[in-house]
C-alpha cells in the first residue's frame, strides 16, 4: 500500500454485519437484539387488537427473528450470556404471539405451539445448509480450501 499507514478501527459494518477489531460479537449481537426488540416493542403497540396468532407469527418471522437470523453463518454468540440475549427476543416474543398470560406455558410449550424452533437451532440449520451448499458447488466458496476431507476405508465397527 505504498509503505502508508492502515487506519486502526474498533468496528466495521459490512452488509449488515458489525465486525470488531478481535472478531468478538458482542457489539453485533447488542446491534440486532436492540432492533429485534424495538420492532417487537413497536408490533406490540401497534397490533394490540390483531388476534389472529397465524398472522401474529408471521409479523414476528418476518419483522423481528430475521433481524436475529440475519447472516448468522458469519457470526455466532460464542458464549452462554449472548447466546440468551439473542434467545430473550424470542421468549420475549412467543406469549405476544400467542396472547397468553406470562407463567401459563412453558418456553418449550410455546414453541411447539408456535411450530418454531430456538434460535440456537436455527442458527445451527443455517450454517449445515451453507456447507451444503459449499460442499456441493452451490456458492463461490471452495470447501477444500479450508476443510480436508480423509477417506481410511474403515466403519464404526472396525
Known amino acids: ?3 502508508k499507514e492502515l487506519l486502526r478501527v474498533d468496528k466495521e459494518k459490512d ?3 458489525c465486525v470488531s477489531a478481535n472478531f468478538n460479537w458482542n457489539v453485533h449481537i ?3 437484539t436492540g432492533k429485534a426488540n424495538k420492532m417487537l416493542g413497536l408490533l406490540k403497540r401497534t397490533c394490540p387488537l390483531l388476534r389472529d ?3 401474529r407469527r408471521t409479523l414476528y418471522l418476518s419483522l423481528v427473528r430475521s433481524q436475529l437470523c440475519y447472516a448468522s ?3 455466532s454468540p460464542h458464549t452462554v450470556k449472548l447466546k440468551s440475549r439473542v434467545e430473550s ?3 420475549r416474543a412467543t406469549p405476544w404471539i400467542l396472547q397468553s398470560k406470562h407463567g401459563e406455558m412453558t418456553y418449550q410449550q410455546r414453541l ?4 418454531l424452533l430456538p434460535l440456537c437451532y436455527e442458527r445451527e440449520i443455517s450454517d449445515l445448509v451453507f456447507f451444503f451448499k459449499a460442499l456441493f458447488g452451490n456458492t463461490d ?3 477444500n480450501t479450508f476443510v480436508s476431507f480423509s477417506n481410511n476405508n474403515r466403519t464404526r465397527l472396525c
Not at 411447539?112 to 411450530?115: A, D, I, K, R, T
Open 53 to 55: 396468532k397465524t398472522v
Open 1 to 3: 500500500m505504498n509503505s
Open 15 to 17: 452488509l449488515g454485519v
Open 112 to 115: 411447539m405451539n408456535l411450530n
Open 141 to 143: 466458496l471452495d470447501v
Open 89 to 91: 427476543v424470542q421468549r
Open 30 to 32: 447488542h446491534t440486532i
Open 73 to 75: 453463518e458469519v457470526w
